[in-house]
């Protein structure tokens, strides 16, 4: 399963970064066409270079896989600054986000 989906899902986040795959393996001290193997499936990163891909993303290797978060690195970024909020506002950030959710 995960060789099937880690190509996909490494794709869909580099693309949602708006960098390419050249760009992105460059950045993490690959050669031009690192990422892009990956991505069609020809290699698998070491797990070295794994945290090397998360850490480019800017997010953990379980956001990797959690597939039903679609932007993880936005995620992360709303919860730290959800934390920094007082009571009051974090009761009306929830019940804005409860009501959000209510009328998909």
Same mark, same amino acid.
């Given at each position: 399963?995960?060789?099937e989906?880690f190509?996909i899902?490494l794709?869909?986040l580099r693309t949602?970064?708006g960098?390419?795959a050249?760009d992105?393996?460059l950045?993490i001290?690959?050669?031009?066409?690192y990422?892009?193997?990956i *991505?069609?499936? +020809?290699? $698998?990163p070491?797990m070295s270079s794994?945290?090397f891909?998360?850490? /480019?993303l800017?997010?953990?290797?379980?956001?990797?896989?959690?597939?039903?978060?679609? /932007?993880?690195?936005?995620m992360?970024? $709303?919860i *730290?600054? $959800? +934390?920094?909020l007082n009571?009051?506002?974090?009761?009306n950030?929830?019940?804005?986000v409860?009501?959000l959710?209510?009328? +998909?």
């Open positions: 399963m995960y060789e989906d190509p899902r794709s869909k949602q970064k960098v390419s050249r992105m393996s950045s001290g690959q050669n031009p066409g990422i892009n193997n *991505e069609t499936g +020809k290699a $698998l070491s794994f945290f891909i998360c850490e /480019y800017n997010i953990t290797p379980f956001d990797f896989f959690d597939m039903d978060s679609e /932007y993880p690195d936005k992360n970024t $709303l *730290e600054n $959800l +934390k920094k009571k009051r506002q974090f009761d950030i929830s019940s804005i409860e009501e959710v209510k009328n +998909k």
